[in-house]
């Protein structure tokens, strides 16, 4: 394997390890803060990971692209004066962004509370957007040492590092919150406050793993820096110029789905309120939709662009060579995998929303209808993430900015009038439209400039869509069998049957898309040796 795939492969797994963990934390949390509690939760988040975005500003992979490169022609120089003047920068971008947000607070508040019968007050809103934004002090700098490492061929230190962060963070999130309201019996507002506030502290564990690598590093490192003549060095105006070209389509990419939820955010409560609900409703129902549902919805997301996003480095390979049909060739088989995984995955999800919703969080009729209405959104997050990723490949990463901005615009202009026609139901829709605007760009810019044509992923998808029929209609009809002999009416049984009823559709998915040779094709022959293994196929 070569230092190149070793390392993306490196950085995936601690990516996607990380990912999951900040998926199914969520689940153990809702139980400590309960549901009236844990919107509070969801406000100070999205607008944390949004400063957040702009603060790092794509940095590690800006960094690692401009140490890589400038390394290669022997300037070994740059990159040192690059995380030498980067560091001071970092810092400052980072107390920047933390005084902003502190400043910024209390206006979201105001935007958000639409009335005063909402579930949270302005201030207890403007208290926790201030207690998260400690944390932008320190991931800035954090995130330019990783680039830096990666810049070396030092994947490791990014992927542990991630892994730690998001470990502390947890720990001091479920522990923080528990102890406040088991064991000190505060109020669980406050248990909040103390959860967000775990986002600093996890930074610190991060900050503490790449100081480890650091040390263990820095004198293989050293050894081929040699300080350049100062008529030699690159000037700064030049060093950031490049960094910023790299960095800021990678921005985009990052805010797509936080830029979604912000628009819902700012408008949700009062085109809720002004549609006909009740003002006391609109915080659960949007913690509902943008926080409940969609950590359920995303699992499948990061599965699948897991499997699908490990092709992408081939395509940049391939592209950079001139060799279209290859390029083909990988653009098929990424968006096969992710549909493969992520159209029967949602489809499901759909079908099982009643027992999934009671199981991880409590039983809810509305919660139901907001998780199987949301679920299939799961195939346009996906789309979404590996078209964004190809057009990087191929350097075309000016148009990720262009079709985000035309995806959220749609999404900003429908969202507030079909909020007030269909509800919660009508967020969901706006947000569809919106990505699938976005995605529709992304596609026809990789089909020029790739001369990509669909033919063979066409018949494909439409053979997987088929095949999630015959899944679905297994699902439901078990499903019907088994709530016709005795309701889910507890926890347990929600998860026995949606264990049972997912089991029926991975057998049924699996063993049609095995015979019919879909699933080698697609998942590789270390799928079948595993099947023998397992003694499922002779």
């Not at 603060?55 to 120089?77: C, H, Q, T």
């Not at 191929?394 to 262009?402: A, E, P, R, T």
């Not at 269909?422 to 605007?437: E, H, K, M």
Request: glycine share 8%; proline share 3%; charged share 15%.
């Amino acid at each position: 394997m070569s230092s190149l795939m070793k390392g993306t492969a490196i950085l995936t797994i601690g990516l996607f390890l990380s990912k999951l963990l900040g998926l199914v934390y969520i689940f153990p949390f809702y139980a400590i803060v309960g549901e009236e509690n844990i919107g509070l939760y969801n406000y100070a988040y999205i607008p944390y990971n949004i400063m957040l975005s702009i603060a790092i500003a794509g940095l590690p992979i800006a960094v690692s692209k401009f140490v890589s490169k400038y390394n290669a022609l022997g300037d070994y120089d740059a990159g040192r004066r690059l995380v030498k003047t980067g560091a001071l920068f970092m810092t400052l971008t980072g107390i920047v962004a933390f005084i902003i947000m502190n400043l910024l607070a209390e206006p979201i508040a105001n935007i958000v509370i639409a009335d005063d019968e909402q579930a949270f007050s302005v201030q207890q809103i403007t208290d926790v957007i201030q207690w998260v934004s400690y944390a932008l002090i320190v991931v800035p700098f954090m995130s330019l040492v990783r680039g830096y490492f990666q810049g070396y061929g030092h994947y490791l230190p990014t992927s542990v590092s991630q892994l730690i962060e998001q470990i502390v963070r947890i720990v001091f999130l479920l522990g923080g919150a528990f102890l406040v309201v088991n064991v000190f019996e505060g109020d669980k507002i406050t248990a909040i406050n103390v959860s967000v506030f775990a986002a600093f502290l996890g930074a610190l564990g991060g900050l503490a793993t790449l100081f480890y690598f650091w040390k263990k590093l820095r004198p293989e490192i050293k050894a081929v820096q040699v300080v350049a003549p100062k008529q030699h060095q690159l000037p700064y105006s030049e060093m950031y110029k490049e960094i910023f070209k790299y960095s800021i389509p990678v921005v985009f990419v990052g805010l797509g789905s936080s830029l979604f939820q912000l628009v819902d955010m700012l408008t949700f409560n009062r085109a809720m309120i002004a549609g006909g609900e009740p003002a006391d409703v609109t915080d659960t129902y949007f913690t509902m939709l943008n926080l409940l549902t969609q950590k359920i919805v995303m699992i499948p997301v990061v599965l699948a662009t897991g499997f699908s996003m490990a092709i992408i480095p081939t395509v940049t390979k391939f592209f950079t060579e001139g060799n279209l049909r290859s390029v083909h060739g990988a653009i098929d088989k990424t968006y096969q995998i992710l549909l493969f995984i992520t159209v029967p995955a949602s489809i499901g999800i759909a079908i099982l929303a009643e027992d999934l919703y009671h199981f991880f969080f409590e039983y809810s009729e509305m919660g139901t209808q907001v998780l199987s209405h949301y679920a299939p959104l799961a195939i346009l997050f996906g789309l979404f993430s590996v078209t964004a990723a190809i057009l990087q490949g191929v350097d075309y990463q000016k148009w990720v900015i262009f079709s985000l901005l035309i995806g959220l615009f749609v999404k900003t202009i429908l969202n507030t009038p079909l909020i007030k026609l269909l509800s919660v139901d009508g967020a969901i829709l706006a947000t569809a439209i919106g990505y699938i605007f976005t995605i529709v760009i992304n596609i026809f810019v990789i089909n020029e400039v790739t001369n990509y044509k669909m033919k063979v992923a066409r018949r494909r998808i439409l053979l997987i869509l088929l095949l999630t029929v015959f899944m679905a209609i297994a699902v439901s009809l078990t499903h019907l069998a088994l709530t016709a002999i005795a309701p889910a009416d507890t926890k347990l049984m929600a998860l026995m049957y949606a264990v049972i009823c997912a089991g029926i559709g991975m057998v049924v998915y699996g063993s049609i898309s095995y015979k019919l040779g879909l699933a080698q094709l697609l998942l590789g022959e270390k799928l079948t040796k595993l099947m023998r293994k397992l003694r499922l196929v002779k």
